[in-house]
């Protein structure tokens, strides 16, 4: 059964203060591991998608990145609007379903 | 950017009433839409997918007697919550695809804004 667990649950950072979320998987053949953000009764918000072990994608201060077991999105001197939460979700080759975990909720405080 | 529009946003209903949630794809087609469940603090649980013109599929778990999908254009999906009851309280948020199937990993799948279902 494919897992997608999340870490830590919450974060709080110092604006200026770069951080690393965790996403760590297990999937029977991975079709695709997605990074979105939500924010609070929003729904999710397409970020990134990463396919294969080594492969790296950046967005302004976001920088998300994917072993074969794990996914980290890098945030460099966030700011305040970055706060939200950030939902990682995997996608298996036997199908189009987006497995989810149950986020971290990000706050970022001026 | 393309949207999705669900309606209503918030709802509160009486326990053993139905209450129906629309998911609108308002500037393209969407052949495939999913039905997701939110409770508080936890992650998106897929319910349902749903194809145009045909049958949904449940995920495992599911009521399909309970949670009814209607799929009957390539704009627009909805979700009936039968006979609801407190428990079914939850937050309910469609995604729909747009183009075909391929393009859920070129970041075309858009998100609801959700639909928050209160069952006193």
């Known amino acids: 059964e494919d897992q997608v667990t999340q870490s830590p649950e919450a974060l709080r950072l110092q604006e200026g203060e770069s951080s690393s979320l965790n996403c760590s998987y297990t999937?029977?053949?991975?079709?695709?591991l997605f990074w979105y953000r939500q924010d609070p009764g929003k729904g999710p918000e397409f970020l990134f998608t990463?396919?294969?072990a080594g492969e790296e994608k950046e967005k302004e201060r976001l920088k998300a990145t994917l072993t074969k077991k794990e996914s980290f999105l890098h945030i460099t001197a966030p700011k305040p609007e970055d706060s939200a939460t950030y939902l990682c979700?995997?996608?298996?080759?036997?199908?189009?379903?987006?497995?989810f975990g149950k986020g971290t909720s990000l706050l970022v405080t001026p | 950017g393309a949207v999705v529009s669900q309606h209503p946003s918030w709802v509160i209903c009486k326990s053993g009433t139905s209450v129906k949630i629309e998911c609108r794809s308002l500037?393209?087609?969407?052949?495939?839409m999913f039905w997701y469940r939110q409770f508080p603090k936890q992650s998106l649980m897929l319910m349902a997918t749903?194809?145009?013109?045909?049958?949904?599929?449940?995920e495992q778990g599911v009521e399909k007697d309970k949670f009814l999908i209607n799929h009957a254009s390539l704009t627009l999906s909805t979700l009936t919550v039968t006979s609801a009851h407190p428990e079914d309280s939850s937050f309910y948020i469609c995604?729909?695809?747009?183009?075909?199937?391929?393009?859920?990993?070129?970041?075309?799948?858009?998100f609801g804004e959700g639909s928050r279902l209160t069952v006193l």
């Open positions: 990463l396919y294969s």
């Open positions: 749903s194809n145009e013109g045909s049958k949904a599929t449940y």
């Open positions: 979700a995997v996608q298996a080759r036997s199908g189009y379903a987006l497995n």
């Open positions: 500037d393209f087609q969407a052949t495939t």
């Open positions: 999937v029977s053949g991975l079709r695709g």
């Open positions: 995604s729909a695809i747009r183009g075909t199937m391929a393009g859920l990993n070129t970041g075309e799948l858009f």
